[in-house]
């Protein structure tokens, strides 16, 4: 890990052929780079144990890869087939460049959604065994669809997703409350996913009233533009299961959305997928008093009943 870290570290961002946004995000991230490829790491190293410790065997799916480390860091420990899937072209063309600065990445990277990759992988004749997710399952609009999809590709495939949207850690809920009600009400000029619905009920209404207007825009929330339109045809008012939870109308991408386990396994009981889950760690590669803490707490966070302390949650599907 420390030769990635390094090569990865050392590399001139600022120079480098990618979109700004996918710069500023690596540049954040990177004084905590160390952290998040602990926790790659970790899991691929599971992945590889449940697989005879053979790790040319595994078809990966890096779903939502973003910058693609994960991918890059399967393939440092010989990941026998990698593909990298996010719906953004420019996380896309990041992951391409950095491969090729590091000198290895993914196999194939594939534009789109898991509808996409069904049809990439019908296309291949390729039927990937793992797929892991990282912060990535909290924003995807439709699970059902989702998860659907994807078992379309293999009955038997097995998911790992970390999602810092964990029901258990009440600071953490406290905390992702306050950004969805940012996003959903608006802030610095900046339109919120409220008014964005209304105005959208409102140019197919021109004839409604400002009441049932803001009762169509308070009673759509979590709902894509499409869908809130067709909400209101039918006169079927939506209800999300945390009051709190939302998506932005123009992307279908909820806002760090919190649902429950119980509801994680609904979804899954359609395929006849079992669900388990443990808490994540805290950073403990930092060498200061909170590096300490971290150290002292992580053992316990594993444990069910100090998920209420662990900073994120990984979700291990069909993985026994």
């Known amino acids: ?87 953004n072209p420019k996380a896309a063309e990041t992951v391409a460049c950095l491969s090729k600065e590091v000198g290895f990445g993914p196999d194939a990277i594939v534009v789109g959604d898991a509808k996409t990759l069904q049809q990439w992988c019908l296309e291949h004749h390729t039927t990937p065994n793992i797929l892991m997710g990282m912060d990535v399952i909290e924003h995807i609009y439709r699970l059902d669809t989702f998860f ?14 970390t999602t810092g949207s964990t029901p258990y850690n009440p600071l953490v809920v406290k905390r992702l409350h306050r950004i969805m009600l940012h996003d959903e009400l608006g802030h610095d000029q900046v339109k919120g996913f409220r008014e964005i619905r209304r105005t959208a009920i409102a140019q197919h209404y021109p004839a409604m009233d400002n009441e049932t207007l803001n009762y169509w825009a308070e009673n759509t929330r979590g709902m894509t533009i499409a869908d809130t339109l067709k909400a209101v045809e039918q006169q079927k008012p939506f209800t999300v299961n945390d009051p709190y939870n939302t998506c932005d109308p123009e992307t279908g991408s909820w806002t760090e959305r919190i649902l429950p ?60």
């Open 1 to 87: 890990m420390d030769i990635m870290l390094n090569k990865l570290q050392q590399l001139d961002y600022s120079a480098l052929p990618i979109s700004t946004y996918s710069r500023d995000y690596i540049l954040r991230m990177l004084p905590h780079l160390g952290y998040y490829l602990s926790i790659y790491n970790r899991l691929l190293d599971k992945v590889i144990s449940r697989h005879g410790n053979d790790p040319s065997k595994i078809i990966l799916v890096d779903y939502g890869g973003g910058h693609g480390f994960l991918s890059i860091t399967a393939k440092q420990k010989g990941i026998g087939t990698v593909i990298y899937v996010d719906y």
């Open 148 to 161: 659907s999809d994807l078992f379309a590709i293999n009955p038997r495939l097995e998911m790992i997703f």
């Open 261 to 320: 386990i119980e509801e994680y396994q609904r979804l899954l009981n359609t395929h006849h997928a079992s669900l388990q889950v443990t808490g994540g760690q805290y950073n403990a590669t930092r060498k200061n008093l909170k590096g300490l803490l971290a150290r002292l707490i992580n053992p316990l966070t594993r444990l069910k009943a100090f998920r209420a302390v662990a900073p994120y949650i990984t979700l291990f599907i069909n993985m026994q």
